[in-house]
């Protein structure tokens, strides 16, 4: 009967106006606003945190070896995403939300991806565990040698395993001496292990403090090799 069939859609559209009809949970969908970056792949937005989608930045806190020197490539990550944003007003279309409860979000700057700019310049991975959104642009990235791509390093996710493992080790290092292996004798192997006076297994770059003084019992090549033996970075006080 036609004429019931189209009463009943009639009614469910004045329903469904109403809100009466499909009404659920509300999620925003897209969020508009300026961003102030928290890391390499961290954005808050409109007073939301946003987890960039699909992307793994290096922690703010995880350095690189690039050309025989330690380099802060976590900071740097944040600093070129900073220069991405810059003062735009981003559109970031959601996704899903994490573990963390933050938001997973694509976003963009002036029809921009800015998530598809960090991975292609080299600041950031593409993150696999949300799909191979962006894994051609690795590839592009790795290929060319760009961003973190021209120096030695630790997958972000990997260092956040290492470095959580270590945290849960009495004193926040390996909870007994790692075992000792001989002294490279390649000469960029410069960074130097040590036990403290508390019993934490430490290891010390060039150019931080009481890095001459240090005796070593060990010397790493990378600081990847100084965390898989079980020692952590020196703290230095500002």
Avoid at 14 to 31: H, K, N, R
Avoid at 102 to 120: F, I, T
Avoid at 143 to 155: D, M
């Amino acid at each position: 009967m036609p004429h019931v069939r189209t009463r009943l859609k009639s009614l469910l559209l004045v329903l469904g106006a109403l809100g009466l009809v499909g009404a659920g949970p509300v999620t925003p969908e897209t969020i508009l606003g300026r961003a102030k970056v928290v890391d390499g792949d961290t954005l808050e937005v409109e007073g939301s945190r946003v987890r960039l989608f699909g992307i793994d930045a290096p922690e703010l806190d995880q350095t690189c070896l690039r050309g025989g020197a330690v380099w802060a490539c976590g900071r740097e990550a944040a600093e070129q995403l900073a220069t991405l944003v810059g003062d735009a007003r981003l559109e970031c279309q959601i996704r899903g939300s994490d573990q963390y409860s933050r938001l997973l979000a694509v976003c963009y700057s002036g029809g921009e991806d800015v998530n598809q700019a960090m991975v292609e310049h080299g600041w950031a991975l593409a993150y696999r565990v949300y799909g191979d959104d962006y894994v051609a642009s690795e590839m592009r990235a790795k290929g060319y040698g760009l961003g973190i791509w021209s120096s030695q390093f630790t997958a972000p996710a990997d260092f956040r395993l290492m470095r959580n493992a270590s945290a849960k080790q009495p004193g926040g290092g390996a909870s007994a001496k790692p075992v000792r292996k001989p002294i490279p004798a390649r000469s960029d192997c410069v960074i130097k292990g040590n036990r403290n006076r508390r019993g934490e297994w430490i290891y010390h770059v060039p150019g931080m403090p009481y890095y001459e003084q240090t005796r070593a019992e060990e010397i790493f090549c990378s600081e990847d090799e100084a965390w898989a033996a079980g020692y952590r970075r020196a703290r230095v006080r500002s």
